[in-house]
């Protein structure tokens, strides 16, 4: 069974930095195209990193270049979202999803709060 779970979330100051972790398991993490979208309140869900299977190429939404890394431990079974230079506009809830050609699985999502 194909399951994600997401962890790292919390409240930071504008600047700060924050690394969620997405904890893979029932499957092989290389053979996924692994993601992170968010959502803020009152706003539609959208698509901010995702780093595909094999060779791993990433992909960032305009709004997190330069500030937004994602990345992928496959001995873990993790992949990982550091993000730095942190904006209120950031505050969200972060879901990780793995998908392949059979369909997409999403975690139950971690708060990200961007505040002074």
């Known amino acids: 069974q194909v399951q994600v779970v997401e962890s790292g979330g919390g409240l930071v100051q504008p600047g700060g930095s924050l690394r969620l972790s997405c904890a893979a398991s029932g499957f092989t993490l290389e053979y996924y195209t692994m993601g992170w979208f968010r959502q803020a309140p009152g706003k539609e869900r959208e698509g901010v990193s995702c780093i595909s299977s094999g060779d791993g190429l990433t992909d960032y939404a305009d709004s997190v270049k330069g500030r937004f890394t994602i990345s992928r431990d496959n001995a873990k079974n993790t992949v990982y979202l550091q993000m730095n230079s942190l904006q209120p506009e950031d505050t969200a809830v972060y879901y990780c999803?793995?998908?392949?050609?059979?369909?997409?699985?999403w975690g139950q999502g971690t708060q990200v709060t961007v505040s002074s």
């Open positions: 999803y793995a998908q392949d050609a059979l369909g997409i699985s």
